[in-house]
């Protein structure tokens, strides 16, 4: 579900935003100044609620705010898995890394590899790297 020609007229409640909200955002994000957003605007919203729709963000090249979701889908995975998902399932993690693994591209390759490498070894976890951007912003592999 495509919404780049919608308009996106701001969020109801920008720390509980609705997947179509976030959508139309994404595909606007130019209209809302993050400054504005509530501090820790990512980690709010990289939970397991909007998952799937930072996902379809961030397998879409063409979504402006593509790296965003997919900051948000390192902190989704850094987080369940150094708490040995008890914030959210494994198994949701699982079929998002393996559609990645699927049909994603290289960022959304390197992101699973990453997600897997850190399964495989959980020591390897560096909140600057999963939950700051850093490994969207390097864009380079664990290990």
């Known amino acids: 579900m495509s919404v780049q020609g919608s308009t996106f007229h701001g969020f109801a409640n920008p720390v509980d935003p609705s997947p179509a909200e976030l959508r139309a955002w994404a595909y606007r994000p130019d209209s809302v100044q993050l400054t504005t957003m509530p501090q820790d605007w990512d980690l709010l919203v990289a939970g397991d609620r909007l998952i799937t729709t930072l996902f379809d963000l961030a397998m879409d090249p063409a979504c402006p705010a593509r ?10 995975a850094g987080d369940g898995i150094r708490t040995n998902f008890r914030a959210q399932p494994r198994r949701r993690l699982r079929k998002l890394l393996e559609q990645a693994e699927r049909t994603g591209d290289e960022l959304m390759l390197t992101w699973a590899y990453n997600a897997r490498t850190l399964m495989a070894q959980p020591g390897l976890f560096v909140y600057r790297d999963w939950c700051e951007g850093g490994l969207v912003r390097e864009n380079r592999r664990l290990g």
């Open 67 to 76: 790296r965003f979701a997919l900051h948000c889908l390192y902190i989704y």
